[in-house]
């Protein structure tokens, strides 16, 4: 079994600062891209951050600029530094993970259970 637990969200003011983090357990032989995603209120889920297991990134224009995503392969977590929060960022931000199991097993696509990031004005 494979799990991701996210931490760091919270309530913070427009123009302030938080870190997400997002942590994979269990069986796991190889990890391919980890991402985070959102979902507003009354919005559709979208893309925040993608990396890759080489370190490569991609942004969603809405977030360049302000946010960082970065991974540690050898503790299987992904980070998300959001700086210059906005009211639109608020949303249920949820990490995403290509996980391979065992070897010669597939790769499977794994998500946390969210977490709340609420930009006040």
């Known amino acids: 079994q494979v799990q991701l637990v996210e931490s760091g969200g919270g309530l913070v003011h427009t123009g302030g600062s938080l870190r997400l983090s997002c942590a994979a357990s269990?069986?796991?032989?190889?990890?391919?891209?980890m991402g985070w995603y959102r979902q507003g209120p009354g919005k559709q889920r979208e893309l925040v951050a993608g990396?890759?297991?080489?370190?490569?990134?991609n942004y969603a224009d809405s977030v360049k600029g302000r946010f960082t995503i970065s991974r540690d392969n050898a503790k299987n977590t992904v980070y998300l530094q959001m700086n210059s929060l906005k009211p639109e960022d608020t949303a249920v931000y949820y990490c995403?993970?290509?996980?391979?199991?065992?070897?010669?097993?597939?790769?499977?696509?794994?998500w946390g259970e969210g977490t709340l990031v609420t930009v006040s004005s």
């Open positions: 995403n993970a290509a996980i391979q199991a065992t070897l010669v097993g597939p790769v499977v696509d794994y």
């Open positions: 990396i890759s297991n080489v370190g490569i990134t």
């Open positions: 269990g069986s796991i032989f190889k990890i391919y891209v």
